[in-house]
T-cell receptor, first 114, second 114 residues
Framework: DSGVTQTPKHLITATGQRVTLRCSPR?????VYWYQQSLDQGLQFLIH???????AKGNILERFSAQQFPDLHSELNLSSLELGDSALYFC?????????????FGSGTRLTVV | AQKITQTQPGMFVQEKEAVTLDCTYD???????LFWYKQPSSGEMIFLIY??????QNATEGRYSLNFQKARKSANLVISASQLGDSAMYFC???????????FGPGTRLSVLP
């Protein structure tokens, strides 16, 4: 157990629907990062939050949004889902804002859009 | 733009032998961090080793060492005394200031043969 908890582990939903992925960072970590891993795109950085504030955005679609709550857990909202959104979504946390010493990844949420 | 290249899609190594996984990177930022992660078939991402751009010595973590050649912009991972449990995907990654633009390479699939 890495200490980073992601729920649900698996999610199957239909096109056009909206889902919420949840991440609880490792105790004491203030930074939360979201990544999408698909077969054709590899690991793509989506967004970074530090202590409740957005710090950086990567290749995140406008249909996707995220937030980090006061208790430091984070949610990634995916709406108007398309078949191409099927992927493994990782959350990672880091104690520092710059993350330079490495991240701890959760086990991921596997999203399947049918 | 920063980029990570891993030129070996797949590698085979005999158990107990050493193996080197290649990674080259491209950035104009003088301050960066280089990471290696392991992703077994179960899907989780496991942090292995970190090298800062200003670190004078090559990083080592148990059987893992990072051969950092700054002038060549390479950060190869060396695994000594390979074990069957080392079979996995290995990703090289780089972060710049404040964890922004944390990019992953395409990965190398390592198979350890008995």
């Amino acid at each position: 157990d890495s200490g980073v908890t992601q729920t649900p582990k698996h999610l199957i939903t239909a096109t056009g629907q909206r889902v919420t992925l949840r991440c609880s960072p490792r105790s004491g970590d203030l930074s939360v990062y979201w990544y999408q891993q698909s077969l054709d795109q590899g690991l793509q950085f989506l967004i970074h939050y530090y202590n409740g504030e957005e710090r950086a955005k990567g290749n995140i679609l406008e249909r996707f949004s995220a937030q980090q709550f006061p208790d430091l857990h984070s949610e990634l909202n995916l709406s108007s889902l398309e078949l191409g959104d099927s992927a493994l979504y990782f959350c990672a946390s880091s104690a520092s804002e710059d993350g330079k010493r490495g991240y701890t990844f959760g086990s991921g949420t596997r999203l399947t859009v049918v | 733009a920063q980029k990570i290249t891993q030129t070996q899609p797949g590698m085979f190594v005999q158990e107990k032998e050493a193996v080197t996984l290649d990674c080259t990177y491209d950035t104009s930022d003088p301050s960066y961090g280089l990471f290696w992660y392991k992703q077994p078939s179960s899907g989780e991402m496991i942090f292995l080793i970190y090298q800062g751009s200003y670190d004078q010595q090559n990083a080592t973590e148990g059987r893992y060492s990072l051969n950092f050649q700054k002038a060549r912009k390479s950060a190869n991972l060396v695994i000594s005394a390979s074990q069957l449990g080392d079979s996995a995907m290995y990703f090289c990654a780089m972060s710049l200031t404040y964890g922004q633009n944390f990019v992953f390479g395409p990965g190398t699939r390592l198979s350890v043969l008995p």
